[in-house]
């Protein structure tokens, strides 16, 4: 048997690699597995928890939810009640550069509706708001990977250090594989997995056509649910279907 656990944090609007990997964890198991959003790690300014990149006609753009900002951990973060960006309310003017630019792409009416739907009700708390999201996202990729909050695990040994913890949350959920992202053998302590496998997650962006020229990878996966209609495989260059 092997069941395979990842974790990542619940970020806003994510790209590609974060799909890739909740793919993953079904993919290359042979029992069903489970991804953790660690939605206990500490909110960071400037990271992907309040924001993420969107096509223009030149370059990208940051789309950020406004919240209020402190130390402490994401599950606790509020959105803001009035945010306002541009004398615009946030999520209008978020759904606005959305439509703006992308309601030309292929597969802009069969997926945007559903998540506008999402924006008119964004509630208060922002893992509420991005897990919306993420699992909107996951259902029109076809990802039917069981999602666990972290929150929601029954009481788990703290580890000596970050790793180790990891280790233990595997064990909480009955996995004997850790699916790691490729940069975080940076920090991981490979002396923890001794009773769970590592394996890093082996992701290369794809290249599929954006409706503007010259191709920008890691954008939201928004970009290329609207321009492709499907989550591409790591590596694969989309041929143009136009």
């Given at each position: 048997m092997t069941r395979i656990m990842a974790a990542h944090q619940p970020n806003y609007l994510p790209y590609l690699g974060f799909f890739d990997k909740?793919?993953?964890?079904d993919e290359l198991g042979t029992e069903p597995g489970?991804?953790?959003?660690?939605?206990?790690?500490?909110?960071?300014?400037?990271e992907f928890h309040d924001r993420n990149k969107i096509r223009l006609n030149e370059g990208w753009k940051w789309l950020r939810v406004p919240v209020e900002k402190?130390?402490?951990?994401?599950?606790?973060?509020?959105?803001?009640?009035?945010?306002?960006?541009?004398?615009?309310p946030w999520a209008d003017y978020h759904l606005r550069l959305?439509?703006?630019?992308?309601?030309?792409?292929p597969f802009f009416d069969k997926f945007y509706s559903g998540l506008k739907k999402i924006y008119l009700n964004p509630g208060d708390k922002l893992v509420d708001f991005n897990?919306?999201?993420?699992k909107y996202l996951a259902e029109c990729f076809g990802i039917k990977t069981k999602i666990v909050l972290f929150s929601d695990i029954p009481k788990i040994v703290k580890g000596?250090?970050?790793?180790?913890?990891?280790?233990?949350?595997?064990?909480a959920v009955k996995a004997d594989v850790y699916l790691a992202g490729a940069g975080s053998k940076v920090y991981l302590d490979i002396s923890c997995f001794n009773e769970i496998k590592l394996k890093l997650q082996d992701y290369e962006h794809p290249v599929y056509e954006q409706r503007f020229p010259e191709f920008e990878p890691f954008m939201s996966a928004i970009d290329a649910l609207f321009n492709i209609g499907y989550l591409p495989n790591s590596g694969e260059i989309v041929e143009s279907s136009r």
């Open positions: 909740l793919r993953c964890v489970v991804f953790i959003i660690r939605d206990d790690a500490q909110y960071v300014k400037k402190k130390m402490a951990p994401l599950n606790t973060i509020e959105i803001k009640e009035d945010g306002m960006i541009s004398n615009i959305i439509e703006t630019n992308y309601k030309k792409t897990m919306r999201i993420i000596r250090n970050a790793t180790e913890s990891l280790v233990n949350i595997s064990k």
